[in-house]
């Protein structure tokens, strides 16, 4: 369950009011110094303590074959070992969400059998997906061209995903687990109330290299954790890389968010969808 493609927004009088990359960081609250061992425990701890604060018993998460998902699985599993040792109860549920068949389910096997959840369900989204887009169609919804309905029902897929993990974590006293970091939300890549929603962040603030190290000091299999990115989103073009989405390199958009200097061409068009994508990172408004 992962990102779908952001459309190419943006304007002269957005581009006028664009910030600096420090306030950029800021925002996204990028950690300025980054250890993997000291920061995988920060974050276990953060898991488990947030899951025994709120009196829930459970943490759930869909496993999509990615990295993102692999690191914040295999965090969460250690966090609720870590309160049933206490003498807490608490379980870490991992969820397989397919759209029928999905061209990585290897990889995603290799994850659920390295993270060794506590339970795993299955729920293949096809079924819902597809009714909702034929029940879209046949009130009258113009869907668009082939590849914008392709687009629209992505977002459909992130979204019925999203109502699965929800309706599970209803189901056992859970809370959500996204995998949002600072890399995809620079970028605004992620459903808005799909992939998007979720109760807490254990990846927050990391850029995508940062969440590599995390999976490597979890001792998680390197071609998992070195794995190219996919929302895999796209029916009509499955595994199509973020890369190719968002037209500069996860390195590049990791180097803005360390605060390195980049290709001044790259920056602005990191700046645009940032700006563009204001939308998914804010609360809905309501009036004054």
Request: with cysteine; aromatic share 4%.
């Given at each position: ?190 459903t808005k109330h799909g ?62 968010l360390e605060g390195l ?18 939308h998914k990172r804010a ?6």
């Amino acid at each position: 369950m992962r990102r779908p493609r952001s459309r190419p927004e943006g304007s002269a009088a957005v581009m006028d009011a664009r910030p600096s990359q420090a306030q950029v960081l800021q925002e996204l609250q990028v950690l300025r110094d980054f250890d993997p061992g000291p920061e995988l425990e920060r974050r276990v701890a953060f898991l488990a303590e947030d899951l025994r604060a709120s009196g829930r018993r459970a943490l759930v998460l869909g496993i999509s074959g990615g990295v993102d998902s692999l690191v914040a699985g295999a965090m969460a599993q250690r966090a609720v070992s870590r309160l049933r040792a206490a003498g807490t109860r608490a379980e870490f549920v991992a969820m397989r969400l397919p759209y029928g068949r999905q061209h990585d389910a290897a990889e995603a096997a290799r994850c659920i059998a390295f993270i060794a959840p506590d339970r795993v369900h299955e729920v293949d989204v096809q079924c819902t997906v597809d009714a909702l887009r034929a029940a879209l169609l046949a009130a009258g919804v113009d869907l668009g061209d082939a590849g914008t309905a392709d687009f629209l029902v992505g977002n459909i897929k992130a979204r019925a995903r999203m109502v699965a993990q929800y309706a599970a974590a209803g189901a056992c006293d859970g809370l959500v687990i996204g995998t949002d970091h600072a890399a995809e939300a620079l970028m605004g890549f992620f459903t808005k109330h799909g992939d998007g929603a979720a109760d807490v962040l254990p990846l927050a603030g990391l850029s995508k290299r940062r969440v590599r190290a995390l999976g490597l000091a979890l001792g998680a299999p390197a071609e998992l954790v070195m794995k190219v990115p996919t929302a895999d989103l796209e029916s009509l073009a499955p595994l199509k890389p973020d890369e190719q989405a968002f037209g500069v390199s996860y390195d590049t958009i990791d180097d803005y968010l360390e605060g390195l200097p980049i290709d001044p061409a790259a920056e602005r068009r990191i700046v645009a969808q940032y700006l563009a994508t204001a939308h998914k990172r804010a609360p809905a408004r309501r009036p004054a």
